[in-house]
């Protein structure tokens, strides 16, 4: 999505800033163009609403109906690149890209030419040119990487963390892989992932040993979003956890599906360090009747239980 604008460079330079794509959708607004005016002003609207909020839907809605519309305008110098599956919009720019791996090594220039704005891929195939992907020079600053459900083990994990591209990523999603506690361990004593904010690690056969190692790790002081969902974590994972002042910043903890009964739910009740947290999700666990009212008391509308 080629933008000509003189104000995208500003977009660009203050990413994270709503002020200058607000602007931008005015100047659209200008032009005629009201449908991609209204996509910007809704998207920055809801990235802005904590998970769940009633408006969010609401919102989600009106940018379905204006995707089903206008998608295919808003993404056509992306037609001639092969390689793409699927885009993802975030505060009115595609940020992330799903697309074949093989295809990404050799498009990544026009890529990034045609989305300015990218900051994450979600590469289909990895498995089969992982090496060659770890070694890529890429020509963008990759700050996101989605490598769901890609056969990854705890090996790829490792390879991974000694990688240049590590130190540079914030976001890392690693959910429906292999990795286990041994990968997982890996992070936790590596200083190449100091500045990830968010972790999916959900669906990985972690146990005990992987959340003691989590636990222990001031590397990953900067997490603001943690996915542990269906692992094999249990209480004492929890109680480990939760008595951790390295995830003091948390504000999305996803553990649903992990075995979590009594001492799992007293331990983050009592838990000093998860003042932070919009979303503590513990739903399909063991938790009986008082457990889930502690948790509601301590945590409000933040757990979904």
Not at 14 to 40: H, K, N, V
Not at 160 to 169: A, C, D, E, G, T
Request: charged share 25%; hydrophobic share 40%; glycine share 6%.
């Amino acid at each position: 999505m080629a933008e000509p604008h003189p104000l995208l460079g500003e977009i660009m330079n203050s990413p994270l800033e709503d002020g200058p794509r607000l602007i931008y959708a005015d100047w659209l607004e200008e032009q005629g163009d009201e449908a991609r005016a209204d996509f910007i002003r809704l998207q920055c609207e809801r990235a802005a609403l904590p998970p769940y909020h009633p408006q969010r839907q609401i919102l989600e809605d009106r940018e379905r109906e204006l995707l089903e519309k206008h998608e295919f305008r808003w993404r056509a110098a992306l037609d001639a690149l092969t390689s793409v599956e699927s885009v993802r919009f975030h505060r009115g720019w595609i940020d992330e890209i799903a697309l074949e791996c093989r295809g990404y090594l050799k498009e990544s220039w026009q890529l990034f030419q045609v989305c300015p704005l990218l900051r994450g891929i979600r590469p289909t195939g990895i498995s089969l040119r992982w090496r060659e992907f770890l070694e890529f020079e890429h020509p963008f600053e990759l700050t996101a990487l989605n490598l769901q459900n890609q056969y990854l083990d705890g090996n790829a994990a490792k390879s991974l963390i000694q990688s240049p591209l590590m130190i540079q990523l914030e976001s890392l999603d690693l959910r429906n892989n292999l990795i286990g506690s041994p990968g997982l361990r890996a992070f936790s004593e590596s200083d190449a992932t100091q500045n990830l904010q968010s972790l999916g690690m959900g669906y990985n056969q972690v146990d005990l040993a992987g959340a003691q190692a989590l636990a222990t790790s001031p590397s990953i002081q900067s997490l603001t979003s943690l996915d542990l969902r269906h692992n094999r974590l249990g209480d004492k994972s929890i109680e480990a956890l939760a008595a951790s002042p390295n995830l003091q910043h948390l504000k999305h903890w996803i553990l649903e599906g992990n075995q979590i009964g009594e001492d799992g739910a007293r331990a983050l009740v009592k838990s000093p360090y998860l003042k932070n947290l919009t979303l503590l999700d513990v739903r399909a666990n063991l938790i009986s009747k008082p457990g889930v009212y502690a948790l509601k008391e301590r945590f409000g509308d933040q757990v979904l239980i």
